[in-house]
Nanobody, 117 residues
Framework: QVQLVESGGGLVQAGDSLRLSCAAS????????MGWFRRAPGKDREYVAA????????YYADSVKGRFTISRDNAKNTVYLQMNSLKPEDTAVYYC??????????WGQGTQVTVSS
């Protein structure tokens, strides 16, 4: 079992920055990668970014590339999502997820990010 707890969401204005955190606990040795996803009202869940747990290789959706940065602190079992130059269309509930054997099978409870124009 892996437990994930997100934090750091909030209400900001367009152009502002926000950093989300995702603390993992439990069988973290089984994690291959961590990802961030988001779901906006009335839309499907969208992949945002991912990072390999061991090597730190990062991946980004085109919609956030150049604005968002994913990082991890293995000593703290925590993954971060630094979000800069936020836009109203970034408004969503953001979820972190743990990937094992190429499947994201553990999810956090989500944290709301609201960007006002």
């Amino acid at each position: 079992q892996v437990q994930l707890v997100e934090s750091g969401g909030g209400l900001v204005q367009a152009g502002d920055s926000l950093r989300l955190s995702c603390a993992a606990s439990g069988r973290t040795f089984s994690i291959d990668a961590m990802g961030w996803f988001r779901r906006a009202p009335g839309k499907d869940r969208e992949y945002v970014a991912a990072i390999s747990w061991g090597g730190g290789t990062t991946y980004y959706a085109d919609s956030v590339k150049g604005r968002f940065t994913i990082s991890r602190d293995n000593a703290k079992n925590t993954v971060y999502l630094q979000m800069n130059s936020l836009k109203p269309e970034d408004t969503a509930v953001y979820y972190c997820a743990a990937q094992r054997n190429q499947v994201y099978d553990y999810w956090g409870q989500g944290t709301q990010v609201t960007v006002s124009s």
